[in-house]
């Protein structure tokens, strides 16, 4: 065989080894990757005044557990206490449902799940809208408790019992659109031509919205049969007494 075709076939050999060398391996499937560590800021501010509450206990879930249904909390918490400014900052490698497992704790202030309400949870990562999965900060909005005084007076001639409601009716700052109600929690059967003073926690710097009804309804939840109602806005440092006669 002539030197050159010698050649030519050797060169023709090495070529095809080394494209079977290099040829690609279909992609596997692999897990998902562990969440990666970032860090946090939150801030706890009080509804209506929106100045920043010193002293509050925010307990996060910090750690991520990978299951078939998506990251849930692994059952580390830990508790952050807010500073002067309202502020704390924490690390967490659980950046897909930290937000998830927030509990904020603070006295004189309700205790409403702030996280799951359009009206007192912010997130402030620019360019995501109230994304509960990845964001660098967040606000969380307390109510304060209000104690007030009612005078309840009945001034009809009802001949049966009726009940009183209180409901609060809190917007966000970020939306007039967006309302948020809240049952007060207390539902005060009256006894025809009642005429009596008390103590009730409302909700501070806010409306809150009083109904006499003929009945309660506990299925699905409300009162049933409205006689009459009345809102106020009542500030946190209220000690003026709220007047409702029917």
Not at 71 to 86: H, R
Not at 129 to 149: E, G, H, L, M
């Amino acid at each position: 065989m002539k030197p050159i075709l010698k050649f030519a076939t050797f060169l023709l050999i090495t070529v095809l080894f080394l494209v079977s060398c290099n040829k690609e391996e279909p992609p596997s499937e692999e897990a998902p990757s562990e969440p990666k560590a970032k860090s946090v800021k939150a801030k706890v501010i009080e509804y209506g005044s929106y100045l920043p509450v010193a002293g509050a206990t925010l307990s996060i879930c910090t750690t991520a557990l990978y299951n078939p249904n998506g990251y849930e909390c692994a059952g580390n918490y830990l508790d952050f206490t807010t500073d002067v400014n309202g502020n704390i900052f924490f690390n967490t490698d659980s950046v897909y449902r930290f937000k998830d497992f927030i509990g904020i704790l603070k006295d004189d202030y309700f205790e409403l799940n702030e996280v799951a309400s359009y009206c007192l949870f912010e997130d402030d990562t620019p360019g995501l809208v109230r994304s509960y999965n990845n964001a660098d900060s967040f606000t969380v909005i307390k109510v304060p408790i209000t104690y007030v005084t009612i005078h309840l007076k009945s001034v009809s001639s009802y001949d049966f019992p009726v009940v009183l409601t209180e409901t609060g009716m809190l917007r966000s700052r970020m939306s007039a659109l967006e309302e948020c109600w809240y049952f007060g929690g207390h539902v005060f059967n009256l006894r025809p031509g009642i005429d009596t003073t008390f103590q009730y926690s409302a909700f501070g710097n806010a409306d809150n919205l009083f109904q006499i009804s003929k009945a309660w309804s506990n299925d699905p939840g409300g009162p049933i049969g409205e006689i009459m109602r009345t809102v106020r806005f009542i500030p946190k440092a209220s000690v003026d007494t709220v007047e409702i006669s029917f």
